[in-house]
């Protein structure tokens, strides 16, 4: 972390419009390639790229201009830099001698953006059909991008690579997928692969120890309690209302398109097509 004082001054370069993520649009003070340009949003960040030899800059609506307003960027990250309090903007400082992918920075600091303005972003791949959304959560490395991918081309529609927007709607936990459209979370896969297992292996899981699950998944370190709330709030509502499984799948490179036929077929039942717990409402 670097031992500069947070900024406190406004940012002269202008920002642009960047992209859209996650349900968040955002805007840039550098160019950013990479990023769609449509999709649903219902919050707006502004993210700055700042050169060490420039870290006193501030994105320039910015509300959090005293160190008082501004939070360190979570160690989750692996960035220096700072965000405001109320999420509206988020500043990253940049090593030239180490540049990196800033598709990549933003992806690492949006959730906590998102979670500081009250919504919840799951670290999670998914893929959605006409019935709804179901979501991958694993550990790093666990195969959630590989799976979505796999049934991708099994004519699945991929909904997130590893970040996922979640809200709540009459009581239902949806995905907003399209600029207008959101869809019901119909189950979420808690995904880890096994050598020598035969096939893959879904095995239902308590609400309690889905709630346990995320929150050990989640963007947690921010000590916000306002933001905490949120997130704890949504997390209850899936560990409620949507259908939790351990996914498990066997660990063999050769098994990559077998092991998305099974899930696929598991998917496309009626059951997980219509899936809610009882007692949901």
Known sequence: MSELAPPRVDLRDPF???GTLAGARIWC??????????????LDVEIAFLSR??????????????????????????????????????????????????????????PFLAALQGRVTLHAAAIASAAGVFAFVGESGAGKS??????????WRIAADDLLPCRTREGMVTVPLDEDRSFPLRGIYFLSRQEGLPCVR???????????????????????RKAWAAQFGLYESIARTVPAFDLIEPDALS????NALEVSALLSEPAAQTACRLGSG
């Open 16 to 18: 642009a419009l960047a």
């Open 29 to 42: 003070n550098r160019p950013i390639t990479g990023l769609p340009q449509l999709g649903y949003h219902d």
């Open 53 to 110: 030899d420039d870290a006193k800059a501030l994105p320039q609506h910015g509300k959090g201009a005293a160190a008082g307003e501004t939070i360190p960027l979570p160690d989750a990250t692996g960035l220096t830099g700072w965000i405001a309090k109320d999420g509206g903007w988020g500043a990253i400082e940049e090593d030239p001698n180490a540049p990196q992918d800033r598709v990549v920075q933003i992806r690492r600091v949006l």
């Open 146 to 155: 590989t799976l979505s991918r796999c049934l991708a081309e099994l004519g």
């Open 202 to 224: 879904r095995i239902a899981l308590p609400g309690a120890h889905c709630l346990k699950r995320l929150l050990v998944h989640g963007f947690g370190e921010i000590a916000e």
């Open 255 to 258: 098994r990559l398109r077998q």
